[in-house]
């Protein structure tokens, strides 16, 4: 399999999008940017965080420079690494620093980092002088099969996480896979749990692809990576043309959020990582759907196979009672007139949106 760059769209219509994806494609950000917006006159303005930027600000940045854009050392804002700085306050300091730049309506905005620098840097773009354009680079393998796709954009408020936001589609989507190598494993594991997603809702082929190719994929192998990667992309974008603002089958890429962001939440965000959630919460939606008919058993058996190969935490804390999964899912956003809904898998490949699991049967599994 070659190495370079490949490409797909996430057909939207006059607002269609390339996600470039590849091996040390960050050297080509300029290039396309330079396809992307025809006039290089723009000033590119760069939002990340310093982990990230030690490793990746001087490439990003010769890139764009070597394109002939506009682009000094001060067009940087780099905000502090964690998910709670994706808040108000790291939001109005960039404001801040967009303002002193007088940096205006037809800058680029680029976000280069994991999903909290790209939900926050998206929610700029939206929100800068009513809107101006952005690309993601996303350097998490989390904000590179399912983040920086889709548009959505957020910050967090103390009321809760993703409060404030926008839907904001990037102008492209460059995917460099050899920033994963610095990556921590356990964030590594954490994105490669909504990769076994997207094989579970929506592929059945690709999660047989994934069972034969875990040991590449955990020996970080750039083929199978990029392979891994672009199949999510594209489930993504299909479902994200499909259904932009997720009034029907986008809800599906939500498969194992809802038991997740209980455990989530429970642990107030601070023991478990996102993916990690979503893996056990998984697990927990397939053991539903095989209780109640909707999955086969022996397919639950595979999940469950997979996701324990892969190394994912999948047992929810010991101290969470029925009665508290049932009170912190009954929060979640998605729950429409009072019914808990769930997505469940229904074979290797498919799911549904499920509202009338009764009590007993989620007792049942809890
Ligand atoms: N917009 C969406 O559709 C969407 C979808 C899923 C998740 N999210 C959001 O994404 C966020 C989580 O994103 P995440 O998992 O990428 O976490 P993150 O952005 O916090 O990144 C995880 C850690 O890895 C570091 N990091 C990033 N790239 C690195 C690299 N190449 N090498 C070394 N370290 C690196 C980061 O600085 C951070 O410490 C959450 O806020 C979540 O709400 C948004
Ligand atoms: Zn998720």
């Known amino acids: 399999m070659s190495h370079g760059e490949q490409r797909i769209f996430v057909e939207l219509g006059s607002r269609r999008y390339p996600i470039a994806i590849g091996a040390k494609t960050l050297h080509q950000l300029g290039a396309l940017l330079a396809e992307t917006f025809a006039n290089t006159n723009r000033r590119v303005f760069i939002i990340s965080n310093p982990t990230v930027a030690q490793h990746y600000l001087a490439t990003a940045q010769a890139s764009i420079v070597a394109a002939g854009f506009n682009h000094q050392a001060a067009d940087v804002a780099l905000m502090d690494d964690g998910e709670q700085f994706k808040s108000l306050a790291s939001f109005s300091a960039i404001v801040d620093h967009l303002t002193s730049q007088q940096v205006s309506r037809d800058c680029i905005i680029v976000a280069l980092g994991g999903g909290v620098v790209g939900d926050l840097a998206g929610f700029v773009a939206a929100t800068w002088q009513r809107g101006v354009p952005f690309v993601q680079v996303p350097t998490t393998l989390l904000a590179q099969v399912d983040s920086s796709v889709g548009g959505k954009t957020a910050i967090n408020h103390p009321g809760g996480k993703n409060l404030v936001g926008a839907f904001h589609q990037p102008s492209a989507v460059l995917i460099d896979i050899a920033t994963l190598a610095t990556l921590p494993d356990r964030e590594f594991l954490a994105g490669l749990a909504e990769v076994i997603k997207y094989g579970i809702m929506a592929d059945g082929e690709f999660f047989d692809w994934l069972e034969s190719n875990l040991d590449a994929i955990l020996a970080r192998d750039s083929a199978a990576l990029i392979y891994a990667i672009r199949r999510s992309c594209e489930i993504k974008a299909d479902v994200v043309a499909a259904d932009e603002t997720e ?97 469940l898998p229904t074979a290797i490949g498919a799911a549904v949106i499920v509202d009338d699991i009764t009590q007993q049967q989620l007792v049942a599994i809890l």
Not at 252 to 274: C, D, P, V
Not at 304 to 331: C, F, H, N, V, Y
């Open 247 to 343: 009034q029907g089958v986008r809800a599906l890429l939500n498969l194992g959020h809802t038991f997740g962001h209980a455990i989530e939440s429970y642990t107030k965000y601070q023991s478990w990582l996102h993916g990690e959630a979503v893996a056990a919460g998984m697990l927990m939606a397939s053991r539903l759907a095989a209780q109640t008919g909707h999955l086969a058993v022996t397919d639950c058996q595979r999940i469950e196979k997979l996701l324990q190969k892969s190394g994912l935490p999948l047992t929810p804390p010991a101290s969470m009672t029925a009665d508290d999964w049932i009170a912190l899912m009954s929060r979640d956003k998605k729950v429409k007139a009072g019914k808990i809904r769930f997505i």
